[in-house]
T-cell receptor
Framework: GAVVSQHPSWVICKSGTSVKIECRSL??????MFWYRQFPKQSLMLMAT?????????EQGVEKDKFLINHASLTLSTLTVTSAHPEDSSFYIC????????????FGEGSRLTVL | QQQVKQSPQSLIVQKGGIPIINCAYE??????FPWYQQFPGKGPALLIA?????SEKKEGRFTISFNKSAKQFSLHIMDSQPGDSATYFC??????????FGTGTSLTVIP
């Protein structure tokens, strides 16, 4: 299957700092990438949808000024958690939808963020 | 409003058994139905997917059964193994739009 690389896989930061998570589709182009947040033993909560070259669309209740999403190219999207607080600690997962073929969705490995 | 309803929430089977996970949807415009497998601390991995033009798809020990009239689809795992213990998510989408996920099923296969 197609490969989506997400980095870093885990990060620990101090409260008030910003953290950037990268999501790359390694062997396909992705016009659309999605960012999810997942709490323990729960389903995937969609945070935002990003399309290459345009502003991300955020789900209701997600602060766009806190979770900055940039989709700079057909293979790269980044999520920056600004002024992180302990309540932002979570498992963040990106996914990329193939631009061609059947439009399958592939996920990254996830990033575990811990804010102290 | 949940677009995709998944059941059961958890499932325990003996090795060799055939766990079945069910999903139901409302939007008849959905045209792609994938299943994902997720291990703890990892991102979901695409397992198998089906489109509405077929009623069944099989890949190895994994089979999707699709009932268009009932708007339901299910995942069957044949000869289940302890290594299949994971959380399984069904999803549905209309090409070009976002994916809607079920709430997940935690499967435990007892040796």
């Amino acid at each position: 299957g197609a490969v989506v690389s997400q980095h870093p896989s885990w990060v620990i930061c101090k409260s008030g700092t910003s953290v950037k998570i990268e999501c790359r589709s390694l062997d396909f182009q992705a016009t659309t990438m999605f960012w999810y947040r997942q709490f323990p033993k729960q389903s995937l909560m969609l945070m935002a949808t990003s399309n290459e070259g345009s502003k991300a669309t955020y789900e209701q209740g997600v602060e766009k000024d806190k979770f900055l999403i940039n989709h700079a190219s057909l293979t790269l999207s980044t999520l920056t958690v600004t002024s992180a607080h302990p309540e932002d600690s979570s498992f963040y997962i990106c996914s990329a939808r193939k631009a061609s073929g059947g439009g399958e969705l592939f996920f990254g490995e996830g990033s575990r963020l811990t804010v102290l | 409003q949940q677009q995709v309803k998944q059941s059961p929430q958890s499932l325990i089977v003996q090795k060799g058994g055939i766990p079945i996970i069910n999903c139901a949807y409302e939007n008849t415009a959905f045209d792609y139905f994938p299943w994902y497998q997720q291990f703890p601390g990892k991102g979901p991995a695409l397992l198998i997917a089906i489109r509405p033009d077929v009623s069944e798809k099989k890949e190895g020990r994994f089979t999707i059964s699709f009932n268009k009239s009932a708007k339901q689809f299910s995942l069957h795992i044949m000869d289940s193994q302890p290594g299949d213990s994971a959380t399984y998510f069904c999803a549905a989408t209309n090409t070009g739009n976002q994916f809607y996920f079920g709430t997940g099923t935690s499967l435990t296969v007892i040796p």
